[in-house]
C-alpha cells in the first residue's frame, strides 16, 4: 500500500479514503452492468434482435472505456482498485440474470442495471464535492449523464 502521509494532492487522506470506497461501489456496479450488457448483446433474440445487439453494444463498449478511467481514479488517490468478481459481488446491486431473459425482459433489466449505477455515481458526487475531490465529482457527473442517457434509449424500445 502506498504510503498515505505522502500523498499530498489537497484532499486529506480520510476524505480520499472515502472517496475511493465510492468509486469502489462505482467500479464493481459499472463492470457488473457491462458484463450483463455484454450478455444481452451475445444472446438477444426476437423482432428487435438487430437494434438490440447494436444498442447493447455500444453501451457495453462505452461502459469498458469508463471502467479503466474509474479504476485509474481510485490509484490516482492512493488506493488499491477491487479487481476481482468477488470483490465486486461484495460491493454491488447489479444482479445476474437467471437464465436467457427474452428481448423486452433484457431491456427492463438494463433499465434497472443504469438506475443503480446513477444511484451510486450520484453519490460518488456527493462524497466528492465535500471533500473537494473536483476531478471525481467531474467523472461522477460524466457517468450520470453516460447512464441517464443509455436508459432512456433502453426505456424508449419498451414503447409501442
Do not use: C
Not at 86 to 102: H, S, W
Not at 137 to 156: G, N
Amino acid at each position: 500500500m502506498i504510503n498515505q502521509a505522502d500523498i499530498n494532492i489537497g484532499i486529506y487522506e480520510t476524505d480520499r479514503r472515502e472517496v475511493a470506497t465510492q468509486l469502489a461501489v462505482l467500479l464493481a456496479d459499472t463492470y457488473l452492468l457491462y458484463l450483463k450488457t455484454q450478455n444481452f448483446h451475445w444472446n438477444v433474440t426476437g423482432k428487435m434482435f438487430g437494434t438490440l445487439h447494436l444498442l447493447f453494444e455500444n453501451h457495453y463498449k462505452e461502459m469498458a472505456e469508463s471502467i479503466d478511467d474509474i479504476a485509474e481514479s481510485i490509484r490516482e488517490l492512493g488506493f488499491h482498485a477491487p479487481a476481482t468478481f468477488e470483490e465486486f459481488q461484495k460491493r454491488t446491486a447489479i444482479r445476474e440474470p437467471v437464465g436467457i431473459p427474452k428481448a423486452q425482459e433484457m431491456i427492463l433489466e438494463l433499465v434497472v442495471g443504469h438506475e443503480v449505477v446513477i444511484e451510486t455515481a450520484r453519490i460518488l458526487l456527493e462524497t466528492a464535492q465535500v471533500a473537494g475531490d473536483s476531478a471525481t465529482a467531474d467523472l461522477a457527473v460524466r457517468r450520470i449523464q453516460a447512464h441517464e442517457k443509455a436508459a432512456w434509449m433502453l426505456r424508449s424500445h419498451l414503447e409501442d
